[in-house]
């Protein structure tokens, strides 16, 4: 480590630990999601399963709940489980980064960690560089940066290029990289490398005005490109499409294509979009293959330019937080998403069953930190009053579920729909300060932050006609 560095991460230790004291005793910490130890997180970093660890990063600033610094925090598991906070993998100390070490991913390079990240610079007018970098570590905790591998923009592109994902594939390694080209469009670009040192920029492989998009915003962030089953996808997050009934309802996506690539001719036929989150707070999903070959997604649970500064626990010394981990797969026409299989070890004691007679409706009293599994197959339409603060009601004849809460900013009810043609089954993980909604087995997901008073612990349950069963469980932290 440069001496740079090292004073770097002291301060942010120093600072971390004065918030530390608030941030400890706010009610709204999480039991079982990432949190940052003080300050912002927001994208998932360098995400991946090394020699035997599940390896977490994150953007974080340690010194308070804004965006003005970019570290790499880092968090390790042995199983999804219990997680520890390591040291700081990096801080911006160099010139080629010295406005952020920026989102990016990591990979096994010859038996080191490697992890290729945006290096982000803007100079006294606001005007942007970005240099795609490396740092290394033997050890999975200390990281030794080499600075960039690529530090020129293609032609045509603007300096809104970020946060490349790095694999390997036949021998090369690929990255696909966010872009932005001079018309201001979103694009995906793809590079290759023989020896991780030189790279060469094959050209755009999906993108706006592509498989029949048309305008589809002007920037996309954070591209994932991987195999799941027989299909290809391509996650990204764009930004700027226009809201549409039930679609795109946040200021900004995060969602998915499936088709087939041909990485030799950079090409990519797919389908349309399909948003991977459909509640509040869902960004810059990141995922990996981990040593038992599932494909495992974390993202970030919350959204940029989205008014997070009303998020009650700012005046705390902290915001934002991640999803938990879920595995993916797909059919070829969607992705289902399911929390990890070793999240049941979260699970405490016997658990409540019940049948509930929707006309009778119940109220059942649940810990902050829960695991509700309802079998709505035989039910009409009903509402569930989470803890006094949001609410999740279905509709049948419109196939409609609907996630409302008030707003942050003013309290006003704000809600989130999104279609079920059939409810059969509702999957819901609650936390002190939020909620995932895993629907039909997790064909669809909607995801909230929500801050309910500290003496609310019912969920109600009430409905016109036909039952639903209720299984819960209190979970660890
Ligand atoms: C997405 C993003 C990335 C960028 C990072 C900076 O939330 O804007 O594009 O690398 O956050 O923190």
Redesign the pocket.
């Known amino acids: 480590m440069t001496e740079r560095e090292k004073e770097l991460h002291a301060e942010a230790w120093k600072e971390a630990e004065k918030l530390k004291n608030t941030v400890e005793k706010d009610p709204y910490r999480q039991q079982y999601h990432l949190m940052p130890p003080s300050g912002l997180l ?2 998932p970093n360098g995400w991946i399963q090394w020699q035997g660890t599940y390896h977490l990063f994150f ?1 974080w600033n340690p010194y308070r709940p804004d ?1 003005q610094h ?1 570290f790499w925090g880092h968090y390790t598991s042995a199983d999804l489980v219990g997680w520890q906070l390591e040291p700081i993998a990096l801080a911006p100390s160099e010139w080629y980064e010295k406005n ?1 070490c ?2 990016g991913s990591s990979i096994d390079l010859n038996g080191k960690l490697a992890l290729l990240y ?1 290096g982000n610079v803007k100079d006294e007018n606001n005007n942007r560089e970005s240099y795609q970098c490396l740092a290394v570590s033997e050890n999975g905790i200390d990281f030794e940066k080499k600075g960039p591998v690529v530090d020129e923009l293609p032609e045509g592109y603007t300096a809104h290029f ?2 490349p994902k790095v694999w390997k594939e036949n021998g090369s390694y690929y990255f696909v990289i ?1 872009a932005q080209t001079e018309n201001l469009e979103g694009e995906v670009l793809l590079y290759r490398s023989e020896d991780f040192h030189t790279w060469e920029c094959l050209g755009p492989i999906a993108g706006a005005q592509r498989n029949g998009l048309g305008r589809f915003g002007y920037m996309w ?2 591209p994932d490109y991987f195999r799941l089953g027989s299909t290809d996808v391509l996650i990204v ?1 764009p930004q700027g499409l226009d809201r549409e009934e039930m679609k795109y309802e946040n200021t900004y996506q995060a969602g998915y294509f499936l088709g087939n690539a041909d990485l030799q001719k950079v090409d990519f036929q797919h389908g349309e979009f399909h948003e991977l989150d459909e509640g509040f707070e869902f ?2 999903p990141q995922t990996t293959e981990d040593e038992h070959g599932r494909r495992i997604l974390i993202g970030w649970m919350g959204v ?1 330019d989205s008014d997070e500064e009303y998020q009650p626990t700012v005046k705390e010394g902290w915001v934002h937080c991640m999803t938990i981990p879920r595995e993916l797969h797909s059919d070829g026409t969607i992705i289902t998403q399911s929390p990890v299989k070793e999240l049941e070890e979260l699970r405490e004691g016997t658990p409540l069953e019940m049948r509930i007679a929707l006309s009778f409706g119940a109220e059942a009293v649940v810990t902050p930190a829960s695991e509700i599994i309802l079998d709505t197959k035989e039910a009409g339409d009903f509402q569930l009053k989470l803890r006094d603060e949001a609410e999740l009601s279905y509709n049948g004849a419109d196939q409609i579920l609907t996630l409302s809460r008030p707003r942050f900013r003013d309290g006003e009810k704000e809600t989130r729909k999104c279609r079920v043609d059939r409810l059969e089954e509702l999957r819901l993980y609650l936390d002190s300060s939020s909620l995932e909604v895993f629907i039909n087995q997790g064909e669809k997901v909607m995801t909230a932050r929500y801050f309910p008073e500290q003496h609310a612990n019912t969920v109600k349950v009430s409905g016109a006609d036909g039952s639903l069963t209720w299984k819960s469980w209190e979970l660890k932290s």
Do not use: L, M, V
């Open positions: 927001n994208d953007q965006h970019k952020g920026y989102s945006t970020r946060d966010g962030e954070c997050s960004y810059a940029p």
